[in-house]
């Protein structure tokens, strides 16, 4: 299995060799998106984590067992319709329809309810108006 | 009798605040509504539209000088490399260059965020923009070094000089292979996954004037939000192709050359664009009026999507390698309806052209002739049409020899 998550963490825990325990004892294929460490040591790390499914909740128990905090990775989809051209080359991409071409007006418009972040619509947008964020609580 | 009008009376009405304007989509409903001939005899003006990825534009700047002078040799904007083998402080910034350090496809497939697109918007836009040069040094251009800070404000000159914009119609993108293609025509998803056109159809300029009756040389258009004319013809232009009873090329034929001052033109005409795995572009905006001189042009204005085809064309092997292929045609209506048949299957369809900015436009202009701020211009010169001898060329397959050096006038 393959899943995002966040991991918070504090001055302590960002001493544990986290990375290379899950590589070596858990065996799985981990990929950092992203990192953000302050000086004081205390941050977030965004992993991917990939394994069989034994490894990857067992990786992950250990993770929780050193006090880092883990969490899904909360992602979303923006739109801007500031930057967006209506071209509508998104919305044949788009599996769900969250963003849809009303064919009268051709105009493209994007529901936010319906998407369901596959991510498939952010390499065909050519204005990059569409675009990925984490959502990153404050530091714990 | 037959209605007639000329440049002249359409001026006059449109001075007078009188002249009747509509957009090429409203004309359709009109003329099923009342016949060509009354429809012909009411109209004066119909105002096209269109709005989508050209790669063949680019702006002339002129920077003025730098104390002391230099003859620049090479010129960045923003990064991006501008042409300079030309005056020694004028260039042409083309909207498909790259940084001279993009990363290109070499991881596939490249994002190409930034390119000449981009610098041309950001131009207009009145962002500021980092100018590089270098020059060799001369008695006349000392200088040999430039590194400032710049915005449109502060050239001599800027104009938009493209030379090929408002295609007459576009292929319809497919990919017959069996993995993902990243083209110029957006992302083709295997086994026909999807079918891509890009083309405002009964909206888009040529498509309402297909023979270039009213189109040519020196015709006043809505240029990247502000004035510009037809220069010429548009390079690969090519007329003599198949074409429907309505006289609509059923495959890219026409094209045009544009100008325009860069300095009155809105950054949201202009916009750059970054197509993932081929590279950037520049959307442009363009509208173009063409006076109903007589019920023929009522027709062809009148035109409609279901009566416009465009070819089907593999992007896998039939496009990059050449090779002749008869996939059929589709027409805009059904491209527009979101779903084409192909070999009996449903394809989904991808829109790279937007036709809601299309419409825009249209509509810009057909307030600006109403608002009497625009006039209709006769062409200066006429471009080559349908029975005009044009021969559609590719590049020779030659071996150069020594003698093709320096154009074969060698000192020995
Ligand atoms: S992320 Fe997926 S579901 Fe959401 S808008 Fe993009 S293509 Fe549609
Ligand atoms: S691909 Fe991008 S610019 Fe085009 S309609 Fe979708 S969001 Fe807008």
Known sequence: MKNKLVCYFSAAQSEQPIIYRLVKNYDLIVNILKADINPQKEGYLVLELEGDKNSYTEGVAFIKSLGVVVEPLSETIVWQSEVCIQCGACASFCPTEALNIERNSMEISFIDSKCVICGMCLDCCPTRAIQLHFEIKGAV | MAVKKSYEEINEKIKRGEAVVVTAEEVIEIAAEKGYAKAAKEIDVVTT???????????????????????????????????SGIAAVDAYIGAAQLPDNDPENKVFPGRFSYGGGHVIHDLVARKEIRLEAVGYGTDCYPNQKVDTIITLDDVNDAFLFNP?????????????????????????????????????????????????????????????????????????????????????????????????????????????????????????????????????????????????????????????????????????????????????????????????????????????????????????????????????????????????????????
């Open chain 2, 49 to 83: 539209g269109t709005f989508g990825a050209m790669c063949s534009s680019g702006a002339f700047i002129n920077f003025g000088h730098s104390n002391p002078r230099i003859k620049m040799k090479k010129v960045w904007l923003n990064g991006v490399e501008a042409y």
């Open chain 2, 164 to 412: 090929r914009n408002a295609y007459q119609n576009y292929n319809c993108a497919i990919n017959l292979g069996d993995k993902v293609l990243y083209t110029y025509m957006g992302i083709l998803k295997p086994k026909v996954g999807n079918a891509s056109y890009s083309s405002a159809g009964q909206l888009s300029p040529l498509m309402n004037d297909p023979y270039y009756r009213t189109i040519g040389v020196g015709t006043r258009i809505f240029l990247g939000g502000g004035i510009g004319y037809v220069a010429w013809n548009g390079t690969q232009h090519h007329p003599n192709v198949s074409r429907g009873e309505n006289g609509v090329p059923q495959t890219g034929a026409g094209t045009l050359s544009l100008i325009g001052d860069l300095k009155q033109m809105d950054p949201n005409w202009l916009v750059g664009l970054s197509f993932i795995g081929y590279g950037a572009t520049m959307a442009v905006g363009i509208g173009i009026p063409i006076p109903i001189l007589d019920e023929e042009m009522l027709r062809y204005t009148a035109v409609k999507d279901e009566d416009i085809f465009c070819p089907l064309v593999d992007y896998n092997e039939g496009y990059p390698y050449s090779k002749p292929m008869d996939l059929g045609l589709v027409n805009y209506k059904d491209l527009k309806s979101g779903k084409i048949l192909f070999n009996g299957k449903e394809v989904v369809t991808t829109s790279q052209s937007s036709y809601p900015r299309a419409r825009r436009i249209a509509e810009i202009l057909k307030e600006w002739i109403q608002r009497g701020q625009f006039e209709l211009t006769r062409p200066v010169a006429n471009i080559p049409s349908a029975d005009d001898d044009i021969i559609f060329k590719s590049i020779p397959e030659r071996k150069p020899g020594v003698t093709y050096f320096n154009g074969g006038n060698r000192r020995d």
